[in-house]
C-alpha cells in the first residue's frame, strides 16, 4: 500500500513505529545500518527511500495566520520552513525533487493531536492539505497516524479511505510483553551492574506480575504503560496490582525521584540520594495539592471548551504558578523555582511554551483530578453529576478515583450507591444507563470491592451484598435487551458480568450453568430435515445435501463452552493445551476459543467424570453433527436459528461489527426454537463426527463416517460471513487445528441424560 492510515490507542505505540520506520530508512539511506539491528522486511539498500517526518501538532502550531492557504503548498512551505529553521534551507529544492522524480516515505504524526475550532478549522485544513500534497506525489508513499477513537468517530477526522485505507495497530500480546521485559532488564541490568541472569530473574518478576493479574495484563496491552510499569517495577521491585496504586507510585516516582540516584540490589535493598526536590525544602504533599488543583481544573475546562480532547489541556504558567505559592505561603518566587524543577527534572508536567505546559500523558491528568476529588466532602455526588453530564469525559477519572489510596469500600459503595438508578423495571433501560451500569461494574471489579462482598455474605447479607445485587441484575437485564441496546452495548454489559460475577454460572460448580440442569436443554426425539434446500438458501452447498434424520431424545448446553469452564478443567486437572490457549481468551463468560478437537474431547472426558463424582450418571460429549442441527434450527427447516433471514442484530458475526469474541447469551433474539444461544456467529463449535458425505436416503442417529482426516465444526464465527453463520453450513478442520475463533459445545448422548 503507497497510502494508509493507522490507528492505534493513546501510548500504543505509534509514533514509536514511525521514529523506528524512518530511523531505519535513514541508516539504510546513509549506508550506516547495522545489519543485526535494523529490521524492516521487503527494504533493501539500493536505493532506499527518503523518510520525510512531519509532526501534525508542531505544523498545526506553525499554521498560524497560514491556514487558509491551498493544502499542497502549505505542506511545502511548512517543510521549506523546517529546514530554514534547522540551518538547511539549501535543501529544499532537492528535497523537492527527489519526492517528485524519486520517491520517499512521508510521514504525518498525530492527526487526533490537532485543534479544531469554529474558527480556524485547522483540522480539516489539515487533512485537505494532506490530500492534496499527496495526489501529485504518484512514486511516494504516505503514512498518518491517528487515535482510533477520534478517527472512528468524528467524520472531521477521516480521509477518504478508498485513497487511505486505514489499519488499527494491536496492542501488545503476551508474547510481546514477555519480550519487552526481557529487552528492558537486559538493557537497564547493565546500568545496575547485573549480571545477565540478574537481569533475566527480574524480568521474569515483571512478566509474572503482569500475566498474575487481569488488569495489569490489560495493562501491558499499551506500550507506554508497560514501560511506566517497568520502571516503577525497576524502582521498587515489585509491582502494584491495581492501576490507581501503579500510578500513585509512578506520579511519586516523577515527582520526588526522577533526578534521584538509586541503586537497588537483586535482594530489593536500595541506596538513595536526595534529589532537587529535598533540596529546595517544599514537601511533595505541597506540590501533589497543587498538581491535582491543576489537573481537575484543566480537566473540567477541556469539558466545557469541547474540541481536541484526546490530548491533555493546557495549563496556563500563571494557574500553576498561583496554585503552588497557596502551599508556600504566597512565595511566587519560590513557586517559580518549583516550576523550573518541575519543568526541566520531574518529568510530570512538560513546558510547551513558555506560558504552557501539559501532562505527558492523559493518564496522569485524569489520576491527579480523580485523587483531588476524593478529597472533597461531597466526592460522590461530585463525580455523580460529571458522569451523568459527560460519561466518555469522565470515565477513566471515576475509575481512578474508586481504585486511589483515599478510597474505602464504603467509598465505592457510596459512589455507585448515588450514580446508578435502583433496580430495573423502576426505570426505563437505556444506552446511558448502560453504560452507567458497565463502568460501576468495573470500579467495582478494579477496586476488588467483590472481595468485600463475599466477606460480607459469610455472616450476613449487608448494604455491599446488595449494591453487588443490584449491578448484576441491571447488567443481566441489559444483556437481554435486545430491543433497547445494540449488540455493541449488550456486549459490553455482558462482559462487564466478569467484574462482579456473572450469577448465571456457578464457580463451585466448574463454572456450569446456575440451574438444576446445568445448562443443559432437551431436545425431543423426532425427525427433522438436514441440510440446505438449494430452491429456498441462495447460499446452499453441494456438501449440504437435504435429507430426512431421525434423532433419539438428547441434551445440548444452551451456551458454547466458556473460558471459565476450560479454566476450571485445566486448573484442576493439570491438563495442558498444546498451545497456550489463554491467549485469545481474556473474559471468563466469552466463549472458550484456541481449543483443538483433541483439546475437547479431554474436557468431555475430564467433566464426565466430575459429574460422576456427584451422582449424574451423564456421558458428556461433542455433539453430533445432525444433533448440533437440530438443536440451532428445529424441524421446520429455517435457515437461520431465528428464521429465513441473516440479521446482525441476532448473531455476531462480520456484519454485526464487534470483531472478536462476545459475552455468551448477548444475543436473546438469535436463539433457536429450543433456547439454545450462540449457535450462530460468535465461535465455531467442534462436533463428534468426522467429516464426509452425506447418505442421500433417511437415516437414524448418525455419527458421520468411521474414518477420516478432518472433524466437522459448525456454526460460523465472528468474523465469518451471514452464509457461513447458517445452521447447514458445515465445514471440516484437523482435529489438532486450533485457532482463535473456534470452540465447542456439549451434549449428553442418547441414554445419557439420567441423573
Excluded at 498451545?579 to 476459543?593: K, M
Excluded at 468474523?719 to 482435529?735: E, F, H, L, Q, V
Aim: aromatic share 10%.
Amino acid at each position: 500500500m503507497d497510502r494508509l492510515v493507522i490507528l492505534g490507542c493513546p501510548g500504543g505505540g505509534k509514533s514509536t513505529l514511525v521514529n523506528h520506520i524512518a530511523s531505519q530508512l535513514t541508516h539504510l539511506r546513509m549506508g550506516t545500518a547495522d545489519s543485526e539491528k535494523t529490521s524492516l522486511p521487503g527494504w533493501t539498500t539500493d536505493q532506499p527511500p527518503l523518510p520525510v517526518r512531519i509532526i501534525l501538532r508542531q505544523f498545526a502550531a506553525w499554521m498560524k495566520e497560514d491556514w487558509k492557504k491551498a493544502g499542497e503548498r502549505l505542506v511545502w512551505e511548512y517543510l521549506e520552513y523546517l529546514l530554514k529553521d534547522w540551518g538547511c534551507a539549501d535543501f529544499f529544492p532537492a528535497l523537492k525533487r527527489t519526492l517528485d522524480e524519486k520517491g520517499g516515505v512521508i510521514f504525518f504524526d498525530g492527526l487526533d493531536e490537532v485543534r479544531e475550532t469554529d474558527e480556524e478549522k485547522k483540522r480539516t485544513r489539515m487533512v485537505e492539505a494532506i490530500r492534496e500534497f499527496a495526489k501529485p506525489l504518484k512514486k511516494c508513499r504516505f503514512l498518518i497516524t491517528c487515535r482510533e477513537y477520534a478517527y472512528r468517530r468524528e467524520d472531521g477526522w477521516r480521509l477518504p479511505e478508498a485513497d487511505f485505507p486505514v489499519v488499527e495497530l494491536d496492542m501488545f500480546r503476551l508474547r510481546q510483553i514477555r519480550a519487552f521485559t526481557r529487552t528492558w532488564y537486559r538493557l537497564t541490568g547493565k546500568w545496575k551492574g547485573w549480571t545477565e541472569k540478574q537481569s533475566l530473574a527480574e524480568a521474569e518478576k515483571l512478566c509474572e506480575a503482569v500475566e498474575s493479574w487481569p488488569h495489569l495484563r490489560e495493562l501491558g496491552q499499551y506500550p507506554l504503560l508497560l514501560t511506566l510499569m517497568a520502571q516503577v517495577h525497576g524502582r521498587d521491585g515489585y509491582l502494584p496490582k491495581d492501576r490507581a496504586d501503579l500510578y500513585e507510585r509512578a506520579v511519586n516516582l516523577l515527582l520526588a525521584h526522577w533526578e534521584n540516584r538509586i541503586t537497588r540490589d537483586i535482594d530489593g535493598g536500595c541506596t538513595v540520594k536526595p534529589g532537587l526536590v529535598a533540596e529546595l525544602g517544599v514537601r511533595v504533599d505541597t506540590l501533589r495539592s497543587a498538581l491535582e488543583h491543576v489537573a481537575l481544573s484543566a480537566h473540567e475546562r477541556q469539558e466545557r471548551e469541547g474540541g481536541d480532547r484526546s490530548e491533555c489541556a493546557d495549563i496556563p504558567r500563571e494557574d500553576l504558578r498561583q496554585e503552588l505559592a497557596i502551599g508556600l505561603g504566597n512565595d511566587l518566587n519560590r513557586a517559580e523555582k518549583v516550576i523550573a524543577y518541575i519543568q526541566y527534572r520531574a518529568g510530570l508536567l512538560q513546558a510547551r511554551d513558555n506560558r504552557t505546559f501539559a501532562f505527558p500523558h492523559r493518564t496522569f491528568q485524569e489520576y491527579l483530578a480523580a485523587t483531588g476529588i476524593m478529597k472533597k466532602s461531597d466526592f460522590e455526588e461530585f463525580l455523580r453529576k460529571c458522569v451523568l453530564r459527560d460519561l466518555s469525559w469522565w470515565r477513566e477519572v471515576f475509575l481512578l478515583a474508586a481504585g486511589s489510596s483515599q478510597n474505602t469500600p464504603k467509598n465505592i459503595y457510596d459512589m455507585v450507591d448515588c450514580l446508578l438508578p435502583y433496580n430495573p423495571g423502576d426505570t426505563e433501560l437505556t444506552s446511558d444507563i448502560s453504560a452507567v451500569v458497565c463502568l460501576s461494574a468495573r470500579a467495582m471489579g478494579e477496586t476488588e470491592f467483590v472481595k468485600h462482598v463475599e466477606t460480607e455474605q459469610a455472616s450476613r447479607s449487608g448494604r455491599y451484598s446488595k449494591i453487588h445485587g443490584r449491578v448484576q441484575n441491571w447488567l443481566l437485564a441489559a444483556l437481554k435487551a435486545d430491543t433497547a441496546l445494540t449488540p455493541r452495548e449488550r456486549n459490553d454489559a455482558g462482559t462487564a458480568l466478569n467484574w462482579v460475577g456473572d450469577p448465571r454460572f456457578n464457580p463451585n460448580n466448574w463454572y456450569l450453568a446456575n440451574d438444576d440442569e446445568l445448562g443443559f436443554v432437551r431436545i425431543p426425539a423426532g425427525e427433522f430435515l438436514m441440510g440446505s434446500d438449494k430452491k429456498r438458501d441462495k447460499h446452499a452447498k453441494d456438501n449440504e445435501l437435504l435429507h430426512t434424520v431421525e434423532l433419539s431424545e438428547y441434551h445440548i448446553a444452551r451456551y458454547p463452552v466458556t473460558v471459565a469452564q476450560f479454566g476450571a478443567f485445566v486448573q484442576e486437572s493439570g491438563y495442558q493445551p498444546e498451545e497456550d490457549w489463554e491467549e485469545d481468551n481474556e473474559y471468563d463468560n466469552h466463549p472458550v476459543v484456541n481449543v483443538s478437537w483433541h483439546d475437547a474431547v479431554a474436557y468431555c472426558e475430564w467433566l464426565t467424570e466430575k459429574l460422576r463424582e456427584q451422582g449424574h450418571q451423564w456421558q458428556i460429549q461433542l455433539p453430533t453433527e445432525a444433533q448440533w442441527e437440530k438443536a440451532a434450527r428445529g424441524t421446520d427447516g429455517r435457515i437461520y436459528p431465528w428464521g429465513d433471514e441473516a440479521d446482525p442484530d441476532r448473531a455476531n458475526y462480520d456484519d454485526t461489527g464487534i470483531g472478536k469474541t462476545s459475552a455468551v447469551g448477548c444475543f436473546p433474539a438469535g436463539a433457536g426454537p429450543y433456547d439454545c444461544l450462540d449457535m450462530a456467529g460468535n465461535v465455531w463449535e467442534w462436533c463428534r463426527d468426522w467429516y464426509g458425505d452425506y447418505p442421500s436416503g433417511r437415516v437414524s442417529n448418525p455419527a458421520g463416517p468411521d474414518t477420516g482426516s478432518n472433524r466437522v465444526k459448525r456454526g460460523g464465527g465472528w468474523g465469518s460471513t451471514a452464509g457461513n453463520c447458517r445452521s447447514a453450513y458445515r465445514y471440516g478442520n484437523s482435529p489438532g487445528y486450533r485457532y482463535g475463533i473456534l470452540g465447542l459445545r456439549l451434549a449428553l448422548s442418547p441414554g445419557q441424560q439420567g441423573g
